[in-house]
């Protein structure tokens, strides 16, 4: 059974940092995406980031670009979001999903990714 499951969670004041991870079990695609989505108040789920296993690749949405960084430990099978410069804009529930990949990019529609976690809130005051 695959399981999903975020931690890191919290509240912070904007211009704070916050690391969500994401611990992976009973999943054994050796190719796959892994990402990072949020929804806000009142907006429509977005992805955050992307990681594709089999090379590493990364990348991100706009609006975090410079700010987060995803990153994956296959040894411990999880997949961090180092978070930096909050921003209130940043206030959402977060996710992680994982799915197959499929040529050339990880997608960034959350319909193509099987498993998700249940999120763990981030909250940025300003």
């Known amino acids: 059974q695959v399981q999903l499951v975020e931690s890191g969670g919290g509240s912070v004041q904007a211009g704070g940092s916050l690391r969500l991870s994401c611990g992976v079990s009973g999943y054994t695609v050796s190719r796959n995406c892994m990402a990072w989505f949020r929804q806000g108040p009142e907006k429509k789920r977005e992805g955050v980031a992307t990681l594709t296993t089999h090379d590493g690749s990364t990348y991100y949405a706009n609006s975090v670009k410079g700010r987060f960084t995803i990153s994956r430990d296959s040894a411990k099978n999880t997949m961090d979001l180092q978070m930096n410069d909050l921003k209130p804009d940043d206030t959402a529930m977060y996710y992680c999903?994982?799915?197959?990949?499929?040529?050339?990019?990880?997608?960034?529609?959350?319909?193509?990714?099987?498993?998700w976690g249940r999120g763990t809130q981030v909250t940025v005051s300003s």
């Open positions: 999903a994982i799915g197959p990949y499929r040529w050339p990019l990880c997608s960034w529609l959350g319909d193509e990714y099987d498993y």
